[in-house]
């Protein structure tokens, strides 16, 4: 069907109130620039590339080759913004025959007139359905993965100690919201984690890892995806 002026008006309008701006990246697929913040949602040079780069091989296949009988992950996402890293996930629990429980935070969930104009080339299929999901609700979305959002702040979430395998920290970056970032937020990241839990993120930044160092996880500075220099895994080792 082709969508008619009005519905191509109403999408614009929700782009613009909402601060954003829809962007193709570099491979192809989707991604959103916070005009608010100047920040985009994923790197220009390609969204799918680096989430599967970041997310994908350095986490879940990581994880996956340290303990290949492990057959249920626990992951907990900060940031479910455009969904991609969820579909991933979806993918990639499908793939590896593995049950995955994803849960995620977002504070600004994206409305319906936005997240359907995106394009994630064949991981597309189920993403209206993740993010028509309800809110603080567990779905099945298949037989392996099971999807909860939790429409909350990092630091209003309540956690739960030595509950999950691998964190996705996702946020937008340290210099567009600082909060996040907080020595805080990453002490309670380390908490939740089970002892031998991997956090994955793009962001390098200096001050970032002498924090996550502090708090007591292990990291490693890693090649970054689409050309960036660097990425952060960090792990619980204790």
């Given at each position: 069907?082709?969508?008619?002026?009005?519905?191509?008006?109403?999408?614009?309008?929700?782009?613009?109130?909402?601060?954003?701006?829809?962007?193709?990246?570099?491979?192809?697929?989707?991604?959103?620039?916070?005009?608010?913040?100047?920040?985009?949602?994923?790197?220009?040079?390609?969204?799918?590339?680096?989430?599967?780069?970041?997310?994908?091989?350095?986490?879940?296949?990581?994880?996956?080759?340290?303990?290949?009988?492990?057959?249920?992950?626990?992951?907990?996402?900060?940031?479910?913004?455009?969904?991609?890293?969820?579909?991933?996930?979806?993918?990639?629990?499908?793939?590896?025959?593995?049950?995955?429980?994803?849960?995620?935070?977002?504070?600004?969930?994206?409305?319906?007139?936005?997240?359907?104009?995106?394009?994630?080339?064949?991981?597309?299929?189920?993403?209206?359905?993740?993010?028509?999901?309800?809110?603080?609700?567990?779905?099945?979305?298949?037989?392996?993965?099971?999807?909860?959002?939790?429409?909350?702040?990092?630091?209003?979430?309540?956690?739960?100690?030595?509950?999950?395998?691998?964190?996705?920290?996702?946020?937008?970056?340290?210099?567009?919201?600082?909060?996040?970032?907080?020595?805080?937020?990453?002490?309670?990241?380390?908490?939740?984690?089970?002892?031998?839990?991997?956090?994955?993120?793009?962001?390098?930044?200096?001050?970032?890892?002498?924090?996550?160092?502090?708090?007591?996880?292990?990291?490693?500075?890693?090649?970054?995806?689409?050309?960036?220099w660097e990425m952060v895994r960090a792990q619980k080792v204790t």
């Amino acid at each position: 069907m082709i969508p008619s002026n009005a519905e191509n008006n109403d999408k614009k309008a929700s782009l613009k109130s909402s601060n954003l701006e829809l962007i193709t990246t570099g491979d192809g697929s989707s991604s959103l620039l916070n005009t608010e913040l100047n920040d985009f949602y994923h790197s220009t040079k390609g969204a799918i590339g680096e989430s599967l780069h970041v997310y994908i091989e350095q986490g879940l296949d990581y994880f996956i080759k340290r303990d290949p009988s492990c057959k249920h992950i626990k992951i907990l996402e900060i940031g479910f913004g455009t969904g991609l890293n969820a579909l991933l996930a979806l993918h990639w629990a499908q793939d590896n025959s593995c049950l995955v429980d994803y849960e995620s935070l977002e504070t600004h969930p994206l409305p319906a007139a936005i997240y359907t104009q995106l394009q994630f080339k064949n991981w597309s299929k189920n993403l209206a359905k993740i993010h028509q999901c309800e809110w603080g609700v567990t779905h099945s979305i298949n037989e392996v993965f099971k999807l909860t959002k939790h429409r909350a702040s990092l630091e209003k979430f309540k956690q739960i100690a030595s509950h999950y395998d691998i964190i996705f920290f996702d946020a937008f970056s340290p210099s567009k919201q600082p909060d996040i970032w907080y020595q805080s937020n990453l002490k309670k990241c380390f908490t939740s984690l089970k002892k031998n839990g991997v956090l994955v993120t793009y962001c390098a930044q200096g001050q970032f890892k002498r924090d996550l160092i502090e708090v007591g996880f292990e990291i490693e500075t890693l090649p970054g995806a689409m050309g960036k220099w660097e990425m952060v895994r960090a792990q619980k080792v204790t």
